[in-house]
């Protein structure tokens, strides 16, 4: 099959303003990755009774499951106005890394790799995760993933 899908360059921008002792105080910065062929966007109820997982990394696409090595960005928002929502991204080997989203905030990853010691073992490696999961603290919460791949 030949795509009628031609390669684009994502830009991702994040700025700061704040006015603080009538001074502005204001921050934008940029990334641009190229050669984005493949976006997944979805809005995923968490329930806060389990945790249920949200994105699979693999060797080929499939239900859920993008190409690990082919991750070039991922955001994670928590669209709840009130409630955080704990994220775990995991290996096969069991290392997991936790992020907390608070109430409307967001987490970013550039890649599908991670790293965790549990007693503060030098580093020694990145491993490619197998997937991220969500739980939500105290009542369910829905939150926005947005990949894309090469």
């Known amino acids: 099959m030949a ?7 994502l830009t991702v921008t994040v700025s700061e303003t704040i006015n603080l002792n009538g001074q502005p105080i204001d921050s934008e ?19 806060f ?7 699979n990394f693999g060797s080929v696409v499939a239900a859920g499951t993008v190409i690990a090595a082919n991750v070039k960005y991922i955001r994670i928002t928590n669209k709840d106005s ?5 994220v775990r991204v995991t290996d096969v080997s069991g290392e997991t890394y936790d992020q907390r989203i608070d109430a409307g905030k967001t987490c970013m990853f550039g890649n ?15 491993a490619t995760a197998d997937n991220i999961s969500a739980q939500a603290d105290t009542a369910p919460v829905d939150i926005e993933i947005f990949s894309a791949s090469i």
């Open 49 to 55: 009774a389990a945790q249920v997982t949200v994105l």
């Open 29 to 47: 910065n940029k990334l641009t990755v190229a050669s984005i062929t493949s976006i997944d966007k979805r809005i995923v109820t968490i329930p």
């Open 112 to 126: 599908a790799l991670l790293s965790a010691s549990a007693n503060g073992a030098a580093f020694s490696a990145f």
């Open 3 to 9: 795509t009628t899908v031609s390669p684009q360059t």
């Open 82 to 86: 009130v409630n955080f929502v704990r």
